[in-house]
């Protein structure tokens, strides 16, 4: 195998500077995969093995060769780059999952037009009204707690999560003269951590896919057993309970919280809010009336179904390998064994024809009109395929070049094993902060983590959950995070606003995880 040394480092690290530098997340990820083959390509024309023969092998060619070298190289490592983008399609389970990604898009857009989001809100309002008319004025508690739980519960996708909560109780917040920067807090801090605990989502099926590529036969259990050690996502969750029923505000969301109740501010007198006039780009189809079940049931669908799709498709090596266990046994081991982007994708599709069905019972919407939301669905999600895309590369280009092994044989000199998962999630945790994005930081991180704790022998489970921890941390504290600005625009609140509100919570559950990460390496 050849021996890239500190070559195999500089591609994701020129990635990481670019994209802080820069915010331009796919350009800098496209960049250090092309980097990256570059410096594949110089090692195969000049026939070496290790970084230490350069010179040799530059000493070996003619002087015609030598001027040649560097536009051979800018060429040949350019095909090779996109041979490698072309390349990511040759694995069935990259391919499903980018396609899930993709339909994922046609779903949100099918309950928005249906009228099923603007049924789920106008429910959830009359639920709330009956109940602040039996107790007036004693309800900011539990309206808060709705809001939570209906961020927790809209877990299938971290967008339409935030939008949901943000645009349902935004009118209510209101009236109870709560703050904006609660609202937009409420919804950031319950979507990703929802979505990325309870993965049966385009969030599990993407980490199953890097798992994957880093050699796991069980990416599912993997998962889930690293996922026991994701502590930032579980006390973010247990963090906004906390505020809530505790009614304890401290820095600057406990003066937007003086300032809505004794001056009936909901936003500061500086505040700029975000355009909400416009919160998806498509509204309910005019004359059909909003119904709930419209978005409920195709959502019930796509998330009853992955599970189900996962024993089926493990079913298979739970007969093989567990024949004389018992059914549950058997079906547990099955879920561990299954298909994670095929169970998606299933489910998706499924998802999509249910909700044609209902909708053509109802007469909401015709087969052609149907076509077309699909293709307008499938083309808002494409920024997210394309960045699944060149984590799938850059994440096989990593392990082409043995990044993760480089880091774990110079890091064994200085680093104990015990600090590998403390030192990923800060990392993590920097780089997601830099480029407001945590699946960028997956793909990055993952490919780097799993070699380097395996090499290191730590606990490998703790520092994927440190990896996937630290991409949420930052990403939530980050003002550039997509989320972040989803959740600022679907509550109304001033963004920046927003930022400096919840950086203390956030802060406070990546303190306590960071520490954890310490004190579990140690144990």
């Known amino acids: ?54 010179g040799a092998g530059l000493s070996q060619l003619s002087f015609g060769e030598g001027l040649l070298l560097l536009p051979s190289l800018l060429w040949e490592g350019s095909l090779n780059t996109i041979a490698a983008l072309v390349d990511v399609f040759q694995d069935k389970g990259n391919t499903r999952t980018i396609m899930f990604s993709a339909l994922v898009g046609a779903l949100i857009i099918f309950i928005q037009r ?136 401290f820095g600057p969301m406990a003066k937007a919280e003086r300032r809505a109740k004794e001056e009936g501010k909901l936003m500061a007198d500086d505040a700029v809010p975000m355009v909400t006039d416009e919160l998806t780009d498509v509204e309910a189809k005019e004359g059909v009336k909003p119904r709930a079940f419209n978005m409920i049931i195709p959502i019930a669908i796509m998330v009853l179904l992955m599970p189900i799709m996962l024993a089926y498709t493990g079913w298979a090596a739970a007969l093989e390998n567990r024949p004389d266990a018992g059914t549950f046994d058997k079906i547990f081991y099955a879920i561990g064994q299954g298909s994670g982007s095929t169970s998606v994708l ?46 799938f590369a850059i994440g096989a280009v990593c392990k082409e070049m043995g990044t993760g092994q480089y880091v774990a044989d110079v890091a064994k000199t200085w680093l104990s094993p015990n600090l590998v998962p403390f030192i990923v999630f800060l990392v993590s945790c920097f780089i997601a902060f830099s480029t407001g994005t945590s699946w960028g930081t997956f793909a990055i991180m993952i490919a780097i983590a799993v070699p380097m704790a395996q090499s290191m022998e730590a606990n490998v489970y703790l520092t994927i959950a440190a990896a996937l921890g630290g991409g949420v941390f930052g990403d939530h504290c980050s003002p550039i995070s997509d989320t972040s600005i989803l ?15 919840q950086l203390p919570y956030a802060m406070i559950a990546g303190g306590l995880t960071a520490l954890m990460y310490l004190v579990i390496g140690f144990l």
């Open 487 to 501: 959740s600022s625009m679907a509550s109304a609140s001033d963004h920046i606003d927003h930022v400096k509100t």
């Open 1 to 54: 195998m050849q021996d890239f040394g500190f070559l195999s480092l500089i591609p994701p690290v020129i990635a990481i500077i670019l994209a802080i530098r820069t915010k331009q997340v796919f350009v800098s990820l496209l960049f250090g995969i092309w980097l990256a083959w570059v410096a594949v390509t110089m090692f195969d024309i000049l026939g070496i093995e290790r970084i230490s023969d350069i």
């Open 346 to 391: 299933v489910a998706v599709i499924a998802a999509i024809l249910g909700s044609m069905l209902l909708y053509s019972v109802q007469k909401i919407m015709k087969a052609k009109e149907m076509v077309d939301l699909t293709l307008k669905g499938i083309s808002g999600m494409m920024p997210l395929a394309l960045l699944m895309l060149m984590a």
């Open 114 to 249: 249906s009228g099923g989001v603007e049924g789920f809100i106008l429910l959830v309002n009359r639920i709330l009204s009956k109940y602040e008319n039996k107790k007036p004025g004693s309800n900011r508690v539990i309206i808060q707690f709705f809001a939570w739980l209906t961020g927790v519960l809209i877990f299938v996708e971290s967008s339409i999560s935030v939008l949901t909560v943000g645009t349902l109780y935004r009118p209510i917040f209101d009236r109870l003269k709560i703050p904006r920067e609660k609202l937009a807090y409420i919804a950031d801090s319950s979507s990703a951590p929802a979505s990325i605990l309870i993965p049966f989502n385009g969030w599990g099926a993407f980490i199953m896919a890097l798992l994957i590529n880093e050699g796991f036969n069980d990416p599912f259990a993997t998962m889930f057993r690293a996922m026991g050690y994701n502590f930032y996502p579980m006390l973010a969750l247990i963090g906004v309970l906390i505020v809530i029923f505790s009614k304890k505000d």
